[in-house]
């Protein structure tokens, strides 16, 4: 399968705690994104990559939240003392640089905060 | 300030009807919209993209049209079938400054009826 993989699909950790997703994106796209997404919304950006490089932060993202790309292809994304509002579907996505600006996503982290 | 609005109310058809979602957007100039599918549970999967100077486009049983003017997005399902059944979401692109940003609606439940 050459599609976007994340892990874990599924997080449950009490308020306070650290969590740490990963995303793999399709080999070739040097473009990924980090949205957010609850129940009966739309995916919400978060933040993108092109390469190693953060190009854009959603203003909502509070500092708690810190993404990664070290070498320009997975991702991390970081949320630190977990608080009950960060309950969401966490999805990453990538794209294919200049050729296209359809997004190719992954099946979605779904975090729980106790 | 900025905002998307689908189809209030989730939508019900008739198998072989064509279904019709709207994607209105109020204080947005986007360079590019688009259409995803997603089903429970998964991540979005991206079906068309029409930009700004296009007013329509055609996929297989997918019609989507674009009045800037307006500020509307219709897209449309010709003969209907029960595998079409998911949430549909509409996306801006362009926005802003930011080229590659999407901003989601809130979706569009379907369901088909045999």
């Known amino acids: 399968d050459t599609g976007v993989s994340q892990d874990p699909r599924h997080k449950i950790t009490k308020r306070g705690q650290n969590v740490t997703f990963r995303c793999d994106p399709i080999?070739?796209?040097?473009?990924l994104y980090w949205y957010r997404q609850t129940l009966g919304q739309g995916p919400e950006f978060l933040t993108y990559?092109?390469?190693?490089?953060?190009?854009?932060k959603s203003r909502l993202l509070s500092d708690r939240f810190s993404a990664e790309r070290p070498k320009g292809s997975f991702s991390t994304l970081e949320i630190q003392r977990t608080e009950q509002g960060d309950s969401a579907m966490y999805l990453c996505?990538?794209?294919?640089?200049?050729?296209?600006?359809?997004?190719?996503f992954g099946p979605g982290t779904r975090l729980t905060v106790t | 300030s900025q905002k998307i609005e689908q189809n209030s109310e989730a939508l019900n058809i008739q198998e072989g009807k064509t279904a019709t979602l709207t994607c209105n957007y109020t204080?947005?100039?986007?360079?590019?919209l688009q259409w995803y599918r997603q089903d429970p549970g998964r991540g979005p999967v991206f079906l068309l993209l029409?930009?700004?100077?296009?007013k329509e486009k055609r996929k297989e049983r997918l019609k989507v049209t674009f009045d800037t003017t307006l500020k509307q997005s219709l897209f449309h399902i010709t003969a209907s079938q029960p595998a079409d059944s998911a949430t549909y979401l509409c996306?801006?692109?362009?926005?802003?400054?930011?080229?590659?940003?999407?901003?989601f609606g809130s979706g569009t439940q379907l369901t088909v009826l045999p």
């Open positions: 080999s070739e796209h040097n473009r």
């Open positions: 996306a801006l692109g362009g926005s802003s400054g930011s080229a590659r940003q999407l901003t």
């Open positions: 204080n947005y100039s986007p360079a590019y």
């Open positions: 029409i930009r700004e100077n296009e």
């Open positions: 996505a990538s794209s294919l640089g200049n050729r296209g600006y359809e997004q190719y």
């Open positions: 990559f092109q390469n190693e490089a953060q190009l854009e």
